[in-house]
């Protein structure tokens, strides 16, 4: 389940006047929401044998439910860190599990972030800096979150075939500090792990899907050539 604060939603209503059209707005709204799920999966549990006295079906209530059962995460899409800190304090509340999305200052609550167990996706770091909130972004986050351990992926916002940059992501976080190593673990198991899927995907052991990239020369650099793709381990490219 996604959840955005900053800017994007403030531009989005804030224009027509309506919330959320401040920071204290995406807050409010989010916890309004919350809390109307959890009074509406409460009342269902409640009168479950007694129709008569269920509330009216609300499929927006509805959709929220497995959030707050702890059965999907609230991606929580934030650059700045006080937006994410509010999102936290949010989701305790609720007891509602997260992931902070961009996380673009995240190297100014590390160890906050660590603290809570609450892995990072950072990106994309390949972008245009058109909001203001993004001012601070540097592959140096990266490191800084992994140094705190913090459980970190790498996103690229992938549209328009921006997944392709994925490897030049992790291979600028090596550039500004991070080990080959962990680098390696932000585009492999941690987002396989962070999904909930490390179970089946993400890195190279028995039993695993045997989705593999072949190259000629260091994966990560731009350079290197793809060779062979393996698909459950069907080939499904061959140069």
């Not at 959840?3 to 994007?8: I, K, Q, R, S, V």
Request: charged fraction near 30%; aromatic fraction near 8%; charge should be neutral.
């Amino acid at each position: 389940m996604k959840a955005a604060f900053g800017e994007n939603p403030m531009s989005v209503y804030g224009k027509n006047k309506v919330l959320p059209a401040t920071r204290m707005g995406e807050a409010g709204i989010m916890r309004e929401w919350l809390y109307k799920a959890k009074t509406y999966m409460e009342k269902k549990e409640q009168f479950k044998d007694k129709p008569e006295k269920l509330p009216e079906k609300d499929l927006k209530l509805e959709a929220l439910i497995p959030v707050l059962k702890g059965e999907i995460p609230m991606r929580v899409h934030a650059h700045r860190a006080d937006d994410v800190a509010i999102a936290i304090r949010i989701c305790e509340e609720f007891g509602v599990n997260m992931s902070w999305e961009h996380a673009t200052e995240g190297h100014r609550i590390a160890k906050y972030i660590a603290e809570k167990g609450i892995p990072a996706v950072w990106g994309p770091g390949l972008n245009w800096r058109t909001k203001w909130e993004t001012r601070e972004r540097t592959f140096e986050t990266v490191k800084t979150l992994v140094d705190a351990g913090v459980k970190v992926a790498l996103q690229t916002d992938a549209d328009n075939g921006k997944i392709g940059f994925l490897p030049i992501s992790a291979a600028l976080a090596i550039r500004d500090g991070l080990s080959e190593e962990e680098a390696w673990k932000t585009i492999t198991i941690n987002p396989a792990e962070i999904l909930g899927v490390g179970d089946r995907v993400g890195s190279i052991e028995k039993g695993k899907d045997a989705d593999l990239r072949i190259t000629k020369g260091d994966p990560l650099d731009p350079r290197s050539q793809v060779r062979m793709v393996f698909i459950d381990g069907e080939l499904v490219f061959s140069r």
